[in-house]
């Protein structure tokens, strides 16, 4: 059974940091690539970041200089670290593993930032 949960959500300030994780299980985790996307209220899910098996990694326009993904195989653990915050910010943000060979990708239930002006 594969699982991805996320963890660290809350509610902050402007200005304010918070780190997102999500712990894989049921895949194989290292040869995964992973991500992060947020869906803010009344709008479409939109990419924040991605991470490939390799380390490579990719980020939204909008997040660039102030987010920082990062992956951690042996603990099978994908973290989101969310710098200098601001209201536009605040969304449910979903951890995600991309389809992979015969292998569909997942989601997890996803995780509420609020980010206060």
């Known amino acids: 059974q594969v699982q991805l949960v996320e963890s660290g959500g809350g509610l902050v300030q402007a200005g304010g940091s918070l780190r997102l994780s999500c712990a894989a299980s049921g895949i194989i985790f290292s040869i995964n690539n992973m991500g992060w996307h947020r869906q803010p209220p009344g709008k479409q899910r939109e990419l924040v970041a991605t991470?490939?098996?390799?380390?490579?990694?990719n980020y939204a326009d909008s997040v660039k200089g102030r987010f920082t993904i990062s992956r951690d195989n042996a603990k099978n653990t994908v973290y989101l670290q969310m710098n200098s915050l601001k209201p536009e910010d605040t969304a449910v943000y979903y951890c995600?593993?991309?389809?992979?060979?015969?292998?569909?990708?997942?989601w997890g239930q996803g995780t509420q930032v609020t980010v206060s002006s």
């Open positions: 991470i490939t098996s390799g380390g490579a990694t």
């Open positions: 995600n593993s991309e389809p992979l060979l015969h292998w569909p990708g997942y």
